[in-house]
């Protein structure tokens, strides 16, 4: 552990009195809704979230983004999230307009990604989840992105990410530890995934992770290792991959940039970093930076390489960009032990299910 790693571990227990504070009242908050003493609103169609415990990159948007691939060409489907970091408020329905400033990185990726979906951002998904359905009226299903815990909307489905190298089991309240939830409140999930495992987790380690999560008798316990792909350049979309000899400026603004940092430790000759602090918005300074860096590394094969939730808040500079060799790496979960096709069949169960449900309630 470097010194920097243990100040900031040393720091943080000493604000373990807030930790104290906030847990309570989380405690407190879920047991009015578990008493409902507090109301969770139900809605007619599938809503499916996804979630997690603790504050950090546990893979949300490429979990969205895996649905959205599953679901998008057999229903009508939408998403709904917060915005985080917009510069705007309230309810929005993304269209050929919308910037990453107006609806946030996530949303605005979803939408250049999927044109067929509908990408809706509202704080108070209560109120915007009504906006959305009158906007899209034949929507079939709404994954909501970040959800699981507020509590108002009450999901169908809910899908909780846990990181391998940071499980909830061992977690504590933010400030002193990672948690914006209580440890109990996996119990609501419906499905649990443990994210950025190793590639070649062995049975004895999955059945360690079974034990140490010890699910609920109606939950089930997936995990995935993180799948990258071909880079490809950021407006010309034409691919680059990574080669042995390569040096690689590596700009990067996201909550946990360790794994692809390992990614190209293993994949480039070498890598520089220029990072930026998570949802940074990039100004024209930054890319002049970046390019000066780039302009730095004497190799005679390199590129600069971002990851596609930085590339959104990077597009605006289209002129600047088009002679840059800037590239994107595409990310995705690729689910472990062969399960990938039992997960999917969980959510689509759910769908099918729901609808069944509903028209019979209707035929009453």
Do not use: W
Not at 92 to 101: G, I, M, Q, V, Y
Not at 301 to 324: G, H, P
């Amino acid at each position: 552990m470097n010194f920097n790693s243990f100040f900031l571990r040393s720091f943080r227990v000493l604000l373990l009195p807030f930790s104290l504070l906030y847990g309570l009242a989380i405690v407190i908050r879920n047991y009015l809704y578990n008493k409902n003493y507090l109301r969770s609103a139900k809605f007619g169609l599938p809503l499916i979230c996804v979630g997690n415990l603790a504050v950090g990159g546990t893979g949300k948007s490429p979990m969205v983004e895996y649905l959205l691939r599953l679901l998008h060409q057999r229903y009508k489907v939408a998403t709904l999230s917060r915005g985080y970091k917009r510069k705007t408020k309230g309810y929005a329905l993304a269209d050929s307009k919308t910037t990453a400033l107006e609806i946030g990185d996530e949303p605005m990726q979803f939408f250049q990604k999927f044109p067929d979906v509908a990408v809706a951002v509202g704080e108070e998904r209560i109120v915007a989840i009504p906006q959305l359905l009158h906007d899209k009226p034949d929507t079939d299903v709404i994954i909501l992105d970040d959800a699981f815990q507020h509590r108002a909307v009450q999901a169908g489905l809910n899908i909780v990410l846990t990181e391998y190298s940071n499980l909830y089991t061992h977690d504590f309240f933010l400030p002193t530890g990672d948690l914006r939830d209580q440890r109990a409140a996996a119990k609501r999930a419906d499905i649990i995934v443990v994210t950025k495992c190793p590639v070649n987790l062995s049975e004895a380690d999955k059945q360690r992770l079974f034990t140490d999560i010890n699910p609920q008798d109606h939950q089930s316990l997936f995990f995935t290792s993180i799948s990258y792909g071909v880079p490809y350049h950021i407006l010309s979309k034409t691919e680059r991959p990574i080669s042995p000899v390569d040096e690689v400026l590596l700009v990067c603004g996201i909550a946990n940039p360790k794994p692809l940092k390992e990614y190209l430790f293993e994949h480039a000759a070498t890598y520089y970093q220029q990072d930026y602090s998570d949802h940074h918005v990039f100004r024209i300074d930054d890319l002049k930076d970046i390019y000066k860096k780039f302009e730095n590394i004497q190799a005679s094969q390199k590129f600069i390489l971002t990851t596609e939730k930085d590339a959104v808040r990077l597009t605006k500079f289209s002129t600047e960009l088009a002679n840059m060799p800037l590239y994107v790496l595409p990310i995705q979960h690729r689910f472990l032990f062969n399960e990938g096709e039992q997960f999917d069949e969980k959510i689509i169960y759910f769908i099918e299910h729901f609808q069944r449900h509903e028209q019979k309630e209707i035929e009453k």
